[in-house]
């Protein structure tokens, strides 16, 4: 059971919109910044989002990302069949002095 | 053009040892703090460890005590000493740079291709 809480898994439609949550406490994501990955098979995640909402260059803008207090949310619009992967947030945790993952997000395109 | 290339998986039986390398290319190896990541069959991301510039290392509880995280930057590589292994270390394993040169962000820019380590019981 992960520190960093996601929903298992997220569907909409192509073209549509979708939010993924990752919830955690004050220690992790309350004090420090949050960063997210899209995961495909056989593949080495790929970093989509770093300080809580900045894509790096080549990241569409479609990705975005935000904070509130102790939870964080990445965004996904116009979704595309080739966005259908498992999504991941991740963080610092200051009193334990590790580093974590969320349990992990699929995201399905209908 | 960055690269992470990890070695040493493959299959070990249980209380056993291994010895994963990434050898890093294209950027300065020395001056990045560097992690491990893992993912166990059918599960999710895991982090397990990380070094930064001087030398200073992390671990996950779950590994803490069994596996030592090491750099050579002589020979711009990374290690992770596993030892005591458990059929719950099964998993494959990447290493990863972190894209500051700086503090526990969790930013990994580039991932190694992942090897897999296989504890028989």
């Known amino acids: 059971q992960s520190v960093l809480t996601q929903p298992p898994s997220v569907s909409a439609a192509p073209g549509q919109k979708v939010t993924i949550s990752c919830s955690g406490s004050r220690s992790n994501i309350g004090n420090n910044y949050v960063s997210w990955y899209q995961h495909l098979p056989t593949t080495a995640p790929k970093l989509l989002i770093y300080?809580?909402?900045k894509r790096p260059s080549g990241i569409p803008d479609r990705f975005s990302g935000s904070k509130s207090d102790t939870s964080a949310t990445l965004g996904i619009t116009g979704l595309q069949t080739g966005d259908e992967a498992d999504y991941y947030c991740?963080?610092?945790?200051?009193?334990?002095?590790?580093?974590?993952f969320g349990g992990g997000t699929k995201l399905t395109v209908l | 053009e960055v690269q992470l290339v990890e070695s040493g998986g493959g299959l070990v039986q249980r209380g056993g040892s291994l010895r994963l390398s990434c050898v890093a290319s294209g950027f300065t190896f020395s001056t990045f703090w560097m992690h491990w990541v893992r993912q166990a069959p059918g599960k999710g991301l895991e982090w397990v460890s990380r070094?930064?510039?001087?030398?200073?290392?992390r671990y996950a509880d779950s590994v803490n005590g069994r596996f030592t995280i090491s750099r050579d930057n002589a020979k711009n590589t990374l290690y992770l000493q596993m030892n005591s292994l458990r059929a719950e270390d099964t998993a494959v394993y990447y290493c990863?740079?972190?894209?500051?040169?700086?503090?526990?962000?969790?930013?990994?820019?580039?991932w190694g291709q992942g090897t897999l380590v296989t504890v028989s019981s």
């Open positions: 070094i930064n510039s001087d030398g200073i290392t």
């Open positions: 300080d809580n909402d």
């Open positions: 991740a963080t610092w945790d200051s009193s334990l002095s590790v580093g974590m």
């Open positions: 990863a740079k972190d894209f500051r040169p700086y503090g526990d962000y969790l930013n990994f820019d580039y």
